[in-house]
């Protein structure tokens, strides 16, 4: 459609009450995929532990039901019932019908929250194909319905209660959410196990009336519990060191532990909100841990050689730690609240992370030597890895501008317009290179699988080959000279066979950019290209399919057609038998037997796929489905490389008992 020419006041549009929320859903909760549906709850329970900080609330409970609502119950205040002076309506249709609109705006109602802006349950109201909320409060039980976003009658009152609190129940508006509208338990799990941890005074559970799992999240040991779950499958050097004090109205958290690992684990929190890029508050603890360790270790003459100088990475290396802060007025970069700005706030953290962890180094004596020990080890292996560093460089395989010889680049230039894919195989990547679109598609075949990072230091993946290939494709350096904005490529996307094979290799590969380059993760640089398990093919018509139920779909398209009591022969092929007997067929001028029916052929692998079919079907920008890969929550991110990656077998053991009944087209 051409715009039109004329262009005045009268085409400014202003969208009024909350029909900005569905014109624009993305802006308020990110997409409306899964992780959007899910941050429905997130909101309602946030505005739950609010009153759990404000010492109201001990008890939180979420049902997802049988109908694909969700109901979140409190036991706190209650939203405020009597009417909103200025709007002439109760304020309980205040707080679900009007963007920023809440107490959290004023410091006598809550002291801190996670809730800054006032636009989380009217969001969830706006978003939801009905919503219904129950108010306790003054001894009467107060009750209103609303039907996307807008109020189908006036609060009333519905009975008599003893109890306090809000229930809100609601159902993801399918107009919104397309194909995504049912919630997940295991989904809502980890963040209902995270909130548990950060307030030890709440219970909360969790209930799937659809799947019948239940459970109780409370952790009275708060932080320390924390530690202990995100290192249950290491082997931890001392027991959790737990810091906690209060400044300007500030208070602080800080548990952390050192393991027998390599990887660093921080997760840090203002005011429950994960802050994934970190921020004011986990600077200050960075540099309190780093200055404190090493006075200690020099006043105690514990390095030995004079030659290493210990820096903050090796004081990190194998480090758990979890900070918590609760910040009156903190300022996020926008509503996502990833990154804490409040400058005072690192010299709060800093100046009560010194004091306690000196204390607690004076004190325990054999812990400060234990981890002193641990942290010279880590600046031995960062020095070789710099004399490999060097090593490498000098035989022009890691910062040269020689690119890998396997690597067929593509003719822009441009990252913001340029893809990698990271190919399963010479034979697969032979396919892609061919079907390709050179202008813009790059491809660098693996050969076997990588090194597991999880398990090595950095001078043992330097040896790898694989592992060079890739860092020098994309361009960044590696170790201390890794510098992400030099990235050649926007995307970077993982092509495996969909088998267990493919699937192990993928999450090297994720294991790898998890720890080493986790910014590409969360800038959404990484994705897993989606092959096709089936082609179906009846005649002259084939199409792909990505799952069985695709499958099936074809297939009754076929059968669409066939007169009543008709049923069309089915065969299943692989690729290799289909295109077998369709040559022999040819050379002698006949059509094959299997042919004259619906043939099915299953792919087992990316190189049964000819170079045009790899184009239409994984490659083709305007054809190819591709998963971005991020991180919903980063303590559960790194619990699920641990237990998949790390040393320990029991729980690795564990995690495939829970999930076995979950596998489909497993390989025997």
């Known amino acids: 459609m051409t715009p039109q020419q004329d262009y005045g006041a009268q085409d400014i549009q202003i969208l009024k009450g909350l029909e900005a929320v569905r014109k624009r859903p993305a802006m308020y909760i990110g997409d409306v995929g899964t992780r959007g549906l899910h941050h429905l709850v997130y909101e309602i329970v946030d505005n739950s532990i609010d009153e759990v900080l404000a010492g109201f609330a001990t008890q939180i409970n979420i049902t997802l039901n049988e109908d694909g609502s969700a109901t979140v119950v409190d036991d706190g205040r209650g939203i405020p019932t009597g009417i909103h002076p200025t709007e002439g309506v109760s304020a309980v249709q205040v707080v679900m019908t009007t963007l920023h609109a809440g107490g959290k705006f004023d410091k006598n109602v809550y002291k801190v929250s996670g809730g800054l802006h006032g636009v989380g349950a009217s969001v969830v109201n706006a978003l939801s194909e009905w919503c219904e909320v129950e108010v306790h409060q003054d001894g009467k039980i107060f009750f209103q319905r609303y039907e996307r976003g807008e109020p189908i009658e006036d609060l009333k009152v519905i009975g008599k209660t003893k109890k306090t609190g809000t229930i809100v129940r609601w159902k993801p508006d399918p107009d919104i959410f397309k194909g995504s509208s049912m919630m997940r338990f295991d989904q809502l799990r980890e963040r209902m196990m995270e909130l548990s941890f950060l307030n030890p005074q709440v219970t909360i559970t969790l209930a799937d009336l659809r799947t019948k799992e239940d459970e109780t999240f409370h952790a009275s040991g708060g ?83 004079d030659k290493i100088t210990l820096t903050g990475d090796d004081f990190r290396e194998g480090l758990t730690a979890i900070i918590s802060v609760k910040v009156p007025e903190p300022q996020f970069e926008g ?154 490529y926007g995307k970077v996307i993982l092509m495996a066979d969909a088998d267990v094979d493919g699937a192990h290799i993928r999450t090297l590969i ?156 497993l390989d025997i």
Request: glycine share 6%; proline share 4%; hydrophobic share 35%.
């Open 510 to 665: 994720l294991t790898l950019f998890y720890n080493h380059m986790r910014d590409l993760i969360e800038n959404g640089n990484v994705y897993i290209a989606q092959p096709p398990l089936y082609k179906v093919k009846k005649g002259k018509q084939e199409f792909y399919a990505y799952n069985d139920e695709e499958r099936d779909e074809i297939l009754k398209r076929f059968r669409s057609g066939l007169k009543k009591g008709e049923e069309e022969e089915v065969v299943i092929l692989n690729p290799e038998a289909a295109m077998e007997a369709e040559t022999a067929a040819a050379m002698n001028g006949e059509v094959p037997k299997e042919n004259k029916g619906i043939v099915i052929s299953r792919f087992k692998g990316l190189g049964e796929m000819n170079p045009e079919q790899l184009w239409s079907t994984t490659m083709n920008p305007e054809t190819r489905t591709l998963l971005q890969v991020n991180i919903e929550s980063a303590a559960a991110a790194a619990d699920i490389f641990e237990t998949l990656m790390g040393d320990e077998v029991e729980p690795r053991r564990a995690f495939i008992e829970k999930n076995a009944t979950y596998v489909r087209n």
């Open 223 to 305: 932080l320390r519990d924390f530690v202990k779950h995100t290192d249950r499958s290491k082997i931890s050097l001392h027991k959790p060191v737990f810091i906690e004090g209060e400044r300007d109205f500030t208070p602080v958290e800080i548990c952390f532990e050192y393991n027998d690992g390599f990887q660093e684990n921080l997760f840090s929190y203002v005011n429950n909100i994960n802050t994934h890029e970190g921020g004011t508050h986990v600077a200050g603890f960075k540099a309190a841990l780093t200055r404190t360790m090493n006075t200690y270790a020099q006043k105690n003459n514990l390095v030995k050689n």
């Open 335 to 488: 509503q996502t609240k990833t990154k804490l700005g409040n400058s005072d706030v690192k010299s709060i953290v800093e100046g009560i992370m010194n004091e306690q962890l000196a204390q607690f180094l004076e004190e325990n004596p054999p812990i400060g030597k234990r981890i002193i020990e641990k942290v010279f080890r880590a600046a031995e292996a960062r020095e070789a890895a710099r004399k490999a560093r060097d090593i490498v460089r000098r035989k022009n395989a890691l910062e040269n501008s020689a690119l890998p010889g396997k690597l067929a680049d593509c003719s822009i230039n441009d990252p913001e317009h340029c893809e990698i894919y990271l190919v399963e195989g010479d034979s697969a990547g032979g396919s892609a290179k061919q079907g390709r679109d050179r202008r813009f598609q790059a491809i660098l075949p693996l050969k076997g699988k990588i090194l597991n990072v999880q398990r090595a230091r950095l001078h043992k993946m330097l040896e790898n080959e694989e592992i060079r290939n890739i860092f020098t494709a994309l361009g960044i350096g590696l170790g201390e000279q890794q510098d992400l904005t030099k990235m050649r």
